[in-house]
T-cell receptor
Framework: SAVISQKPSRDICQRGTSLTIQCQVD?????MFWYRQQPGQSLTLIAT?????????ESGFVIDKFPISRPNLTFSTLTVSNMSPEDSSIYLC??????????FGPGTRLTVT | DAKTTQPTSMDCAEGRAANLPCNHS???????VYWYRQIHSQGPQYIIH???NNETNEMASLIITEDRKSSTLILPHATLRDTAVYYC????????????FGKGTRLSVIA
């Protein structure tokens, strides 16, 4: 299994601003994933990030709103841009194990006021 | 959309076995059954997965019916710390196949 950390663990932000969330893994991985969990809801995949290539976004998510960086095999960032209260969610990153099971970070709890 | 159906909630007495069902009647031949759980305010945790044979690890057992249209996750001796939302997901084990989370089953373990 992989050990994943995220920063910040939580934040309260004003609408119109941006927040960058960091995800660090304790081993080198090819693919990293970013999910959103809105209040009371299940997880929804935002995008898949491969090192050295552009992230692949799921329907309903766009790069201008959720730009992703993947500078190396152990690190990724997700930015939530021009935030509105509807962006208040838990944001989680995950990585895939060698049997395609996924391991998740603890999440970043974002509140937009 | 999720391709599985799970009960919304279940209760289980502490120390007893918790049996969580999942229906996946449209599962295809190359799709596996994965189980995850999410304890309140934490990231999801991988539990177990299987194709057609029963599987067991240190956390749980997975029983898949012969026709593969349903499965049961068994926590043999539930504790209060097993209280969580349990997600059953079917997917092809590939990096290009995303996890699609349904609503899951909220398991409450009661003392």
């Amino acid at each position: 299994s992989a050990v994943i950390s995220q920063k910040p663990s939580r934040d309260i932000c004003q609408r119109g601003t941006s927040l960058t969330i960091q995800c660090q893994v304790d081993s080198q991985v090819t693919m990293m994933f970013w999910y959103r969990q809105q209040p009371g809801q299940s997880l929804t995949l935002i995008a898949t990030a491969n090192q050295g290539s552009e992230a692949t976004y799921e329907s309903g998510f766009v790069i201008d709103k959720f730009p992703i960086s993947r500078p190396n095999l152990t690190f990724s960032t997700l930015t939530v841009s021009n935030m509105s209260p509807e962006d208040s969610s838990i944001y989680l990153c995950s990585v895939e194990g060698d049997r395609y099971e996924q391991y998740f970070g603890p999440g970043t709890r974002l509140t937009v006021t | 959309d999720a391709k599985t159906t799970q009960p919304t909630s279940m209760d289980c007495a502490e120390g007893r076995a918790a049996n969580l069902p999942c229906n996946h009647s449209t599962i295809s031949g190359n799709e596996y059954v994965y189980w995850y759980r999410q304890i309140h305010s934490q990231g999801p945790q991988y539990i177990i997965h299987g194709l057609k044979n029963n599987e067991t690890n240190e956390m749980a057992s997975l029983i898949i019916t012969e026709d593969r249209k349903s499965s049961t996750l068994i926590l043999p001796h539930a504790t209060l710390r097993d209280t969580a939302v349990y997600y059953c997901i079917v997917r092809v084990p590939s990096g290009n196949t995303p996890l699609v989370f349904g609503k899951g089953t909220r398991l409450s373990v009661i003392a």
